[in-house]
């Protein structure tokens, strides 16, 4: 298909979906009537992309939806939040679940304009995640580490350029806000010659963005403090497919069982549709993608091009972004896009609908929602049975040399009990040694690096970590200096690790003994993913150092895949390497929200000049913690 025949295609396509969504109950005002949601190829050079959001509190299934989920119609109005159909609390940007989406051009310039109008008088703010900021890294959005929070009745706008080419999102990182709907997705496209598999599909279509979350009745600050304080709720209801869920089932005596309806997503026969997913998580979750009948070529990991792998499914954690192109060459039909849970969503399975051109509308497909797709699968959960990233190998030729380390950091995750860190034991009164024992209290166990328990002070560290005192800093090494034991202390601290630029850091992840798979994400880098494998639990750090030494430990230097966000294994590790080229302060930690509330990530402070701070930036207190 020619260039021409294909701005054809696009164009008959964005109708197809207008005529659809008019048929089908749409309504018509979205996020892809943003003029910088082009053809990147036809547009005469770079843009500057101007968005205005409201952050508020609000609620699902309110009056702006009337008779949602009995009348399907009602469930597209605008303002409307339908989730899985019920009512509760959420956070929301412009009335959206999940908020606007930022499509654009390579190069580029993002505005975006945020006010925070938010109840409940919190501050937040909006990371953009899979951007690495260089030259802008007070725009990270990470409170308390490249900026302040923006307050309630305030409003700061984020200015960056669109660098990093790929599929992305943005989400708060204040708090557990993300878990409550203050999420979206972030598309960076190229120009046919930049984009180095264009040849292996026909359409990229706006459209075709997925992305997953789970979901709960209960409010992600509900669960989060409960986890905290030893308390009992109900968290995982069911997943989300771009905001819709048909887990929950809802009764009417005229329609008798109904559902939200799935999200739908529409192919031409016969071409090959690139589709970009995204993890939105909130916490221990992570999600297997299939597609019924179809196989899925992976043709990028976490924004970055991949040599091209075929498969069947995937498995996607928190903060993970994965391309796929799907040839779509079935019987012209409808067919199952499955999203099955795992970890503590494991119960649940939520679809959405792939349609076919000219394939009646309003009638789901025919396979059996009850089963979960089987076969060759990509990150697998186990970091054993499928293939791993460390596997993949990245399409570009030229890369940075990442042959000989400068420094080796290890850093081993642990789930521990400890008093008085985070403030969940108490020494005296409701110990750790205590619980689990008859008629006690249950234990809050801390997901730690290094034993280490991190806390961030009240200021930014970027702007003010001069003025704090030297001592709330530390690593493994400092507390081995003062004769601290943290394999049975408490070790809490603003948990930092110090490069100087340009040096080549390794940094080996040993998930010692969680039983769980844990997503690292680093901001400000991508790093590359040398090695990984499981074994049994447990397993330490001594063990991975001891099977390094007999060379026992494989490392892929040969265009090895670049990620920012990476499952460490159970009982296992995996090995990543980068060039500290991006100075700055940058948040690495568990993608899973109550991993990082109680403790488990890091901060990477890398030397380096910095560009001013903007004249606008949230302002809050300059003296230290107390």
Not at 73 to 81: F, I, K
Not at 146 to 170: D, L, M
Not at 480 to 488: E, N
Request: net charge negative; glycine share 8%.
């Amino acid at each position: 298909m020619n260039l021409v025949n294909m701005r054809r295609f696009v164009i008959v396509g964005l109708l197809l979906h207008v005529y659809t969504d008019v048929t089908e109950g749409h309504w018509l005002i979205n996020d892809l009537d943003h003029p910088c949601v082009r053809d990147c190829d036809t547009s005469p050079g770079p843009m500057t992309c101007q968005y205005d959001w409201t952050i508020e509190s609000y609620f699902s299934v309110s009056r702006a939806c009337y008779q949602c989920p009995f009348k399907t119609y009602d469930c597209h109005r605008t303002d409307c939040v339908p989730l899985a159909g019920y009512a509760r609390p959420v956070l929301s940007v412009n009335r959206k679940v999940p908020g606007p989406t930022i499509q654009v051009c390579e190069n580029d310039i993002i505005e975006v304009r945020v006010r925070n109008v938010m109840q409940n008088e919190e501050g937040t703010s909006i990371h953009w995640h899979g951007f690495h900021q260089r030259d802008t890294p007070y725009m990270d959005g990470v409170a308390k580490v490249t900026q302040c929070s923006i307050p309630a009745g305030q409003e700061f706008t984020y200015r960056y350029p669109a660098a990093n080419a790929g599929t992305h999102w943005w989400h708060s990182h204040s708090g557990i806000q993300r878990a409550d709907g203050i999420y979206g997705s972030l598309i960076v496209r190229q120009t046919s010659s930049a984009e180095p598999h264009r040849d292996l599909y026909d359409v990229d279509d706006p459209h075709h963005v997925l992305v997953i979350a789970e979901w709960s009745k209960e409010t992600a600050l509900t669960i989060g403090t409960a986890k905290l304080h030893g308390v009992e709720v109900a968290d995982v209801d069911g997943l989300l497919i771009n905001g819709r869920g048909t887990n929950q089932v809802f009764h009417s005596d005229d329609q008798g069982n109904v559902t939200v309806d799935h999200h739908v997503v529409y192919v031409r026969s016969g071409l090959r549709h690139r589709f970009r997913v995204i993890g939105a998580m909130g916490d221990v979750c992570a999600v297997t993608i299939s597609v019924d009948h179809h196989k899925l070529t992976i043709i990028a990991a976490d924004g970055a091009p991949i040599d091209p792998v075929v498969v069947d499914r995937f498995t996607i954690f928190s903060g993970e972004r994965y391309d796929f192109v799907l040839h779509a060459d079935q019987e012209k039909d409808s067919y199952w896009i499955r999203a099955a849970g795992e970890i503590t969503c494991g119960p649940f399975q939520e679809f959405a609908i792939l349609r076919y051109d000219m394939t009646p509308r309003g009638v789901d497909p025919d396979e059996d929602k009850s089963i979960r797709r089987e076969g060759v699968t990509l990150n697998p959960l186990s970091g054993t049975d499928g293939i791993l990233i460390s596997d993949l190998r990245d399409k570009e030729e030229t890369q940075d040399d990442l042959s000989q380390v400068d420094v080796t950091r290890y850093l081993e995750i642990d789930i521990v009990g400890r008093n008085k860190a985070k403030a969940v034991h108490d020494p005296i009164f409701y110990p750790v040694e205590n619980a689990g024992r008859e008629d006690t209290y249950t234990a809050t166990n801390l997901n730690v690096l290094n034993n280490i328990t991190l806390t961030l002070p009240g200021i930014p560290l970027l702007t003010h970590a001069q003025h704090l005192d030297n001592s709330l800093f530390c690593n493994r090494e400092t507390f081995l200096d003062d004769g601290r034991d943290c394999s049975t202390q408490d070790c809490e601290c603003i948990h930092t690790l110090s490069f100087n630029q340009n040096q080549v850091v390794e940094l080996v992840f040993i998930n010692k003994g969680t039983g769980v798979a844990h997503p690292l994400h680093l901001h400000g880098y991508y790093f590359s993913v040398v090695g990984m494998h499981s074994f049994s639990l447990p397993f330490t750090t001594e063990d991975f150092k001891v099977l390094d030494e007999e060379g026992n430990i494989s490392r892929n230097l040969r265009n090895p895949p670049r990620k920012d966000t990476v499952m460490i294994p159970p009982g296992g590790y995996a090995v990543m390497r980068f060039r500290a080229n991006n100075p700055g302060w940058w948040l690495m930690h568990c993608h899973f929200d109550t991993h990082l509330l109680l403790g488990m990530g890091l901060v990477v402070h890398v030397d380096g000049p910095l560009s001013s701070p903007p004249d606008d930036l949230p302002i809050c207190t300059h003296r230290p913690p107390l």
